[in-house]
């Protein structure tokens, strides 16, 4: 095959043999990333996409060649080795996110198995040091049968979650990289290793620093590729149908970030002095309120519908998993660039927003009594989580609202002058260029694929 153009991907790569070069796309939570099935489409026009995880998943994916689920094989000493790095890992130095992450993914658990996680989370607290996954994952490859058959690369997006599916292919002689997808995985996650990858690809420069500093990656393997979270804001900004107005009459937009009970009961006591200061500022305007997605019980915020201005924006009906269309995820955009101002104490969305005209506010406010000091479900810690404390939480900018006397001029200030706040839009939005999946899939393919066919 002929050589490609320096930076550019092949249109349908070969591996050897003449066959379609085929991708292996480790991946959790597929069913509800939707961003990741066009990614999928999109990474089909250059290449063969086998997607490995632990569960099958009920939606089509147009290109996708092959489903394998993780195999388990038994193992005593992968499962000695599990367990003790459960108990010992290595944390990022920002340990307050990996705590806070663990606790609502225990949440979440039956009550024995929670019990036990609590102890392991406890132990980890009281030690000082940890182990690196790449010293754990030697031992941990028997415990591993998934085909491989076949694949040329690996994909792995975090959070990776098959240690011994990971150990196999980062010893099969085949081109590894890691996808980070979210602008909160380096600060949180345990199971990205620091050997054996060809490459580690991020949002942005940022993050490339914070995959540098908190996991202890080589700078000179880490590349910014663009976010496949963000890609459908721009599909959006490009399709002027979908930007025609939905929402009539005028509305403040907040948007929930909380996922566990004691959390969002702590959130409530926020939304609700933040829907007394706009009926005092703005007794016509509505607080419209977006429950967090991944909440699956939503009575958590029944204390907010005695409000006089307070709606909800009920996108997810009743029995719906957690995953949107790409019809709900334009109507959610379409609410934010109509609104008069978003407000967040630290939600993806928060950042998506600052890609519109319109003023974000980020409630950061220190003075708010929440949970009980030193809780880990204490709202204060949530807010001042890592990645909202480096991207959100900005020293000179009025939009972060760090006290509560200040939350009323700054909202009065974001619907009478609106101007004034745009500079923290620019800044939080200039961080990241927004690039399509197929630009993404392209910039991911030329880190993996072989620089002349065969």
Not at 131 to 138: F, R, S
Not at 141 to 146: E, N, S
């Amino acid at each position: 095959m002929t050589e490609t153009q320096e930076g550019s991907t092949p249109s349908s790569a070969t591996a050897a043999g003449g066959r379609r070069f085929t991708l292996g796309l480790s991946v959790e939570h597929f069913d509800f990333r939707v961003d990741l099935h066009r990614f999928i489409e999109a990474l089909s026009e250059q290449v063969d996409v086998v997607v490995f995880t632990d569960r099958s998943f009920s939606h089509p994916v147009k290109g996708l060649k092959e489903v394998r689920l993780y195999r388990r094989r038994r193992s005593l000493v992968a499962a000695i080795a599990a367990r003790l790095f459960l108990i010992l890992r290595r944390l990022p130095k920002s340990r307050n996110n990996f705590f806070i992450t663990e606790m609502f993914g225990l949440t979440l658990l039956p009550p024995a198995r929670r019990k036990r996680g609590l102890f392991y989370l406890r132990l980890r607290r009281l030690l000082p040091w940890g182990v690196p996954v790449d010293a754990v994952l030697p031992w941990l490859g028997g415990g591993d049968a998934t085909a491989l058959e076949g694949v040329d690369a690996y994909l792995h997006v975090t959070r990776i979650g098959s240690l011994p599916f990971l150990r196999r292919t980062l010893t099969s002689g085949k081109p590894n990289a890691a996808y980070i997808y979210s602008w909160d995985h380096p600060c949180k996650h345990t199971t990205i290793p620091r050997r054996g990858m060809r490459a580690y690809l991020t949002w942005n420069r940022g993050l490339s620093e914070d995959m540098a500093t908190l996991q202890g990656v080589e700078p000179r393997l880490i590349h910014e590729v663009g976010a496949t979270q963000l890609a459908p804001l721009k599909e959006y900004l490009e399709t002027p149908a979908a930007r025609q107005r939905l929402v009539q009459g005028d509305y403040v937009y907040y948007g929930c970030g909380t996922g566990t009970a004691d959390l969002v009961r702590q959130e409530v006591e926020v939304i609700l002095r933040l829907a007394a200061a706009l009926r005092e500022i703005a007794p016509k305007t509505t607080l419209l309120v977006r429950p967090y997605p991944n909440l699956l019980d939503w009575s958590c915020y029944d204390a907010l519908k005695r409000e006089s201005n307070v709606q909800f924006d009920w996108f997810r009906q009743a029995g719906q998993g957690r995953e949107l269309s790409p019809a709900q995820v334009f109507e959610k955009y379409n609410k934010v660039e109509h609104a008069r101002a978003f407000v967040h104490l630290g939600t993806t969305l928060g950042w998506e927003a600052c890609y519109f005209d319109k003023p974000v506010l980020f409630l950061a406010m220190d003075d708010l009594a929440a949970g009980p000091p030193g809780a880990w479900f204490d709202l204060r810690r949530f807010i001042h989580q890592y990645h909202n404390d480096r991207y959100m939480i900005l020293d000179g900018f009025r939009n972060v609202v760090r006290r509560a006397e200040d939350l009323s001029p700054v909202l009065r200030e974001a619907l009478e002058k609106p101007a004034g706040l745009l500079a923290y839009n620019r800044t939080v939005a200039a961080a990241t260029p927004l690039r399509s999946l197929a630009e993404i899939a392209g910039n991911i393919l030329k880190e993996l694929l072989p620089t002349r066919a065969v």
